[in-house]
């Protein structure tokens, strides 16, 4: 996810390509991310740590799939999610989209194939076998989610797995003192109706008091296409 503050608050591709300039962002959103909050988002979110936790999550994930050879996360931020799948999948081809300079370079740094740009109007070329998006839904415009869903579905493959905050129905939180920056609804729910071929595979949710590896409070939704 995100943040580990639900009310205080993840990017994939090819090679490296600049996100769009100021000016060149459909939203204030993306505006939002790609500059100094998302910045300091990479400061609180950086702790060797966490990588026990995306492990053992990714475990339990990708325990429920089978051959992911390759891998592609919208919103990959500096990679912790690619680098926890890639010590579960050592053959792996991992590849990220990120719209935060600072952080794709990170993610960059770590290995990882990193397309600079915001995911609103990339539709991909290839098709992945494992498709992630983590903490991303809940930051992007509503009236912008279908586009985002099928940039997901371009590169689909074979599995989705969407992370994110979920509520039954779509509401809005505010985020660190600001509003329209993090919104929670049932965006599994809506991937499965607009796409028929999907199927729900698993499902599970990360509670902050677990005993062991606990999260922020988040479902994830591993779904499949036919």
């Not at 600079?116 to 290839?126: Q, V």
């Not at 494992?130 to 074979?158: K, M, N, Q, W």
Request: proline share 4%; charged share 25%.
């Amino acid at each position: 996810m995100r943040d580990s503050e639900a009310t205080g608050g993840g990017r994939a591709g090819g090679a490296s390509e600049e996100a769009p300039v100021s000016g060149g962002y459909i939203t204030e959103q993306e505006r939002f991310w790609a500059g100094g909050f998302g910045d300091a988002y990479i400061e609180r979110n950086s702790a060797p740590q966490l990588l026990a936790g995306k492990t053992a999550l990714f475990s339990r994930i990708l325990e429920r799939t089978d051959n992911v050879h390759s891998v592609i996360e919208f919103g990959c931020n500096i990679g912790l999610n690619l680098a926890a799948m890639r010590w579960l999948l050592p053959t792996g081809e991992f590849a990220g989209l990120e719209i935060n300079a600072t952080a794709a370079a990170e993610a960059e740094r770590a290995g990882f194939s990193v397309l600079r740009r915001s995911l609103l109007g990339y539709r991909s070329e290839l098709r992945f076998d494992f498709v992630l998006i983590s903490g991303v839904l809940i930051h992007i415009d509503p009236t912008h989610l279908e586009d985002a869903y099928d940039a997901l579905y371009s590169a689909c493959g074979r599995y989705l797995c969407i992370a994110e905050y979920y509520n039954p129905e779509p509401t809005e939180i505010p985020y660190r003192g600001h509003r329209d920056r993090l919104f929670k609804r049932d965006f599994a729910g809506e991937v499965l109706d607009r796409f028929g071929d999907l199927r729900l595979v698993d499902y599970g949710f990360v509670y902050h008091r677990a005993n062991q590896f606990p999260g922020d409070d988040f479902t994830w939704f591993l779904l499949e296409r036919a």
